[in-house]
């Protein structure tokens, strides 16, 4: 069975600083990797996935996590916080099998951005 | 192309009530998931359905909560007799044919808030 862990229920950084979001997660097979944005009373967004290609995955607004399977982490960056970043972002796994296609997610990581 | 549609968007019942959820899947999607999001808490998956068929609902409660996904119209999640600890937000998601995790496409959810 696969989980994953979210270190930090709320992040807060300053508009224009580095966001960096942490992601563990725990499988006995080759995992996907998933990143997902909820904005307020919305459904969730996808940001980026790993699906073993590159190990280094950019997603949209600016986003990128790498994937370390050393470590077996998959954190969140981006370089520089907008305001419009502010939402909570979940990390989710799956197996990836046809026939196993359930996501497990995190707890969630809720973002502040300070202006 | 309307994306994942859920309906109703907030939904109050009375302990004791049922409560009925509707998912219309993104066109040419034939598979179907819920989820259910606890305050505070990350998505837990529920039940994955084909066209008349359950696939897999590992996650659903064994009483009271049933899911259905006719050959024609929406998929349905069905609470029975609903308690407090039923208050969530239900998910809905839709990807094609054997594409697995990785395309999800999820709604903006369902509220369901029991008095």
Known sequence: A??????????????????????????????????????????????LKYTSAATLVKGINGFEAEFKKSETSFHLTKPSAHMSDAAEYFCAVSVGNFGNEKLTFGTGTRLTIIP | ??????????????????????????????????????????????????????????????????AEFPKEGPSILRIQQVVRGDSAAYFCASSPQGAGANVLTFGAGSRLTVL
């Open chain 1, 2 to 47: 696969q989980s994953v862990t979210q270190l930090g229920s709320h992040v807060s950084v300053s508009e224009g600083a580095l966001v960096l979001l942490r992601c563990n997660y725990s499988s006995s097979v080759p995992p996907y990797l998933f990143w997902y944005v909820q904005y307020p009373n919305q459904g969730l967004q996808l940001l």
């Open chain 2, 1 to 66: 192309n309307a994306g994942v549609m859920q309906n109703p968007r907030h939904l109050v019942r009375r302990r004791g009530q049922e409560a009925r959820l509707r998912c219309s899947p993104m066109k040419g999607h034939s598979h179907v998931y819920w989820y259910r999001q606890l305050p505070e808490e990350g998505l837990k998956f529920m039940v994955y359905l084909q066209k008349e068929n359950i696939i897999d609902e590992s996650g659903m409660p064994k009483e009271r909560f049933s």
